[in-house]
T-cell receptor, first 116, second 114 residues
Framework: EADIYQTPRYLVIGTGKKITLECSQT?????MYWYQQDPGMELHLIHY???????EKGDLSSESTVSRIRTEHFPLTLESARPSHTSQYLC???????????????FGPGTRLTVL | DQQVKQNSPSLSVQEGRISILNCDYT??????FLWYKKYPAEGPTFLIS?????DKNEDGRFTVFLNKSAKHLSLHIVPSQPGDSAVYFC?????????????FGTGTRLTIIP
């Protein structure tokens, strides 16, 4: 059973506010990911990290930023929220858990963000 | 350009029958494929995977079939149970070059009818 946590689960906030979405995992995984998902759409990778002090942008351009100061913590920050940022944000972490050598990504419960 | 496609947004199946979820891909560099299951208000959970060197992988009620020539994979659930009602995402990965990012499909909502 994977232990990966996201807070808050739901957030409704006004335009222009700065927000930080928290993601923590207790499994010691080096790799962590942030995905954005709109209803009925695929998950889009927006950020990933392969370890402490490593952050990379994903396939979908995002105005958010991330940091990885500790292995277990991978927060995502929006400096000035806009209605276009309304979406579900999913955090994941991975290890080499399968015999075939591929990473199984374990997901947190997600944060549903609404920007008014 | 969507590299992983799930053309059926929804599927309804009678309890006890077989559920077949389909997925097509366009990138021939994908060499591992995964299925994730997602309940409302929860993150996706890993279900089953298959390497491109295989054409079938089975785990209990779940079997994934891969047809490389057709760039098609399918997830079979038999027998289907009410708890299987969820959104199922197909995902693919290219392991070469250390680039291990998953590419997801749009998902298929499976409803099991009691």
């Amino acid at each position: 059973e994977a232990d990966i946590y996201q807070t808050p689960r739901y957030l409704v906030i006004g335009t222009g506010k700065k927000i930080t979405l928290e993601c923590s995992q207790t499994m010691g995984h080096d790799k962590m990911y942030w995905y954005q998902q709109d209803p009925g759409m695929e998950l889009h990778l927006i950020h990933y990290s392969y370890g402490v002090n490593s952050t990379e942008k994903g396939d979908l351009s995002s105005e958010s930023t991330v940091s990885r100061i500790r292995t277990e913590h991978f927060p995502l920050t929006l400096e000035s929220a806009r209605p276009s940022h309304t979406s579900q944000y999913l955090c994941a972490s991975s290890d080499m858990g399968l015999a075939e050598g591929i990473d199984t990504q374990y997901f947190g419960p997600g944060t549903r963000l609404t920007v008014l | 350009d969507q590299q992983v496609k799930q053309n059926s947004p929804s599927l309804s199946v009678q309890e006890g029958r077989i559920s077949i979820l389909n997925c097509d891909y366009t990138n021939s560099m994908f060499d591992y494929f995964l299925w994730y299951k997602k309940y409302p208000a929860e993150g996706p959970t890993f279900l089953i995977s298959i390497s491109s060197i295989k054409d079938k992988n089975e785990d209990g009620r779940f079997t994934v079939f891969l047809n490389k020539s057709a760039k098609h994979l399918s997830l079979h659930i038999v027998p289907s149970q009410p708890g299987d009602s969820a959104v199922y995402f197909c995902a693919a990965i290219t392991s070469a070059g250390g680039n291990e990012k998953l590419t997801f499909g749009t998902g298929t909502r499976l409803t099991i009818i009691p």
